[in-house]
C-alpha cells in the first residue's frame, strides 16, 4: 500500500508541475505561487480535519522548518521549469531529490544495499547526459546551465522538505504539512509585496487561473498522500517512488507542448527514469 500511494502522489506532483510550470512561462513563478499555495493551504487543512492527528511541538517545528523549505523549492522548480525545457528539467530535479531522503535513511538506520548504490550512480550520470547541449540547430533542446542549476537546487531542497515531513509522528497527522503551507503562503505573499509592483491579476485569463488553481490542489493533495505512504513503509522508499513525478511532466510537455529532445539527452531522461525505478527497489 505505501508503494502504491508513493506513486499516486508522483502522478499528481508530475501534473501539478507541469501546470504550473506551464503558467510560469507566461506569468512570473512568484505569482503563481501567491495563488497555488492558499489553494494548497485550503485543501491541507481539509485533509487534516479528516485524519485523526495533534498539533505538538513537534509538529510545529518540522512545520516551521519544512515552509520555509518548500517555498524555496518549487519556487526554484517553477523558475527551473519556466527556463526549460520542462521535460529536461523535471528529471533533474527528480534525481536530485533522492539523495537527501537516502542520506537521512541512513542517518535514522534504514540499511542500504549495492542495488541502491547502483541507482545513486545511475542518477548522477543521468544529470551529466541531460545537461549536454546539443546544436542549436535542428530544432533540438538547449539546456540552460542556470536552468539546470536551479532544477539541482530545487531537488535538494525537495528531498530535504520530504524528510522533514516523512519523519513527522502518524500522531501529528496532517498538521505538519498545514503549517508548512501555512509559512510558505505567508513567504510568498511578504516576496510579492517587498518586490513586485503591479496587481496580482495581470497576465492572467481564466485559462491559467484555473491551471494555478488545479496545480495548488493536486499538489497539496500529493503531499497528503505520500505523507500517507510514509506512515505505512520507509521514507527513502516512499521518497524515491515520488521522484517518478516526471513522468507525468514529460509526457504532458510533449504532448501538449510538442518538445523535442536530442538522442543523447533522451538516453539521459531514460536512465533517470531508471535510476528511480531501480531505487524504488531498495
Known amino acids: 500500500m505505501a508503494a502504491l500511494l508513493a506513486l499516486i502522489s508522483s502522478l499528481m506532483w508530475g501534473t501539478a508541475d507541469f501546470f504550473g510550470g506551464f503558467v510560469s512561462k507566461k506569468i512570473p513563478a512568484i505569482k503563481v505561487l501567491v495563488l497555488s499555495y492558499p489553494v494548497g493551504l485550503l485543501f491541507l487543512y481539509i485533509y487534516a480535519l479528516l485524519l485523526p492527528g495533534e498539533i505538538n511541538l513537534n509538529s510545529i517545528v518540522i512545520g516551521l522548518i519544512a515552509g520555509v523549505v518548500g517555498i524555496l523549492a518549487i519556487g526554484s522548480l517553477y523558475l527551473?521549469?519556466?527556463?526549460?525545457?520542462?521535460?529536461?528539467?523535471?528529471?533533474?530535479?527528480?534525481?536530485?531529490?533522492?539523495?537527501?531522503?537516502?542520506?537521512?535513511?541512513?542517518?535514522?538506520?534504514?540499511?542500504?544495499?549495492?542495488?541502491?548504490?547502483?541507482?545513486?550512480?545511475?542518477?548522477?550520470?543521468?544529470?551529466?547526459?541531460?545537461?549536454?547541449?546539443?546544436?542549436?540547430?535542428?530544432?533540438?533542446?538547449?539546456?540552460?546551465?542556470?536552468?539546470?542549476?536551479?532544477?539541482?537546487c530545487s531537488g535538494l531542497l525537495i528531498g530535504t522538505f520530504l524528510s522533514l515531513v516523512g519523519l513527522a509522528s502518524p500522531e501529528n497527522g496532517m498538521w505538519p504539512l498545514v503549517i508548512a503551507r501555512f509559512i510558505s503562503s505567508i513567504l510568498a505573499l511578504i516576496y510579492f509585496a517587498t518586490f513586485k509592483s503591479g496587481k496580482l491579476s495581470e497576465g492572467y485569463n481564466s485559462k491559467l487561473l484555473a491551471l494555478v488553481v488545479l496545480s495548488g490542489a493536486l499538489d497539496a493533495t500529493a503531499n497528503a498522500v505520500f505523507v500517507l505512504a510514509t506512515f505505512d513503509g520507509y521514507l527513502s522508499i516512499a521518497a524515491v517512488i515520488a521522484a517518478l513525478y516526471p513522468a507525468a511532466t514529460v509526457i504532458l510537455a510533449t504532448v501538449f507542448l510538442k518538445e523535442k529532445l536530442s538522442s543523447i539527452q533522451s538516453v539521459g531522461i531514460g536512465l533517470a527514469f531508471f535510476a528511480v525505478a531501480i531505487l524504488s527497489l531498495v
Do not use: D, H, Q
Open 80 to 152: 527551473a521549469l519556466a527556463i526549460g525545457p520542462m521535460s529536461v528539467m523535471s528529471p533533474v530535479t527528480a534525481a536530485a531529490s533522492t539523495f537527501v531522503p537516502i542520506a537521512m535513511g541512513l542517518i535514522v538506520g534504514e540499511n542500504l544495499n549495492w542495488l541502491a548504490w547502483v541507482g545513486i550512480l545511475l542518477a548522477i550520470i543521468s544529470v551529466a547526459l541531460v545537461s549536454l547541449e546539443p546544436s542549436s540547430t535542428g530544432g533540438k533542446l538547449v539546456v540552460s546551465g542556470k536552468g539546470l542549476a536551479l532544477a539541482i
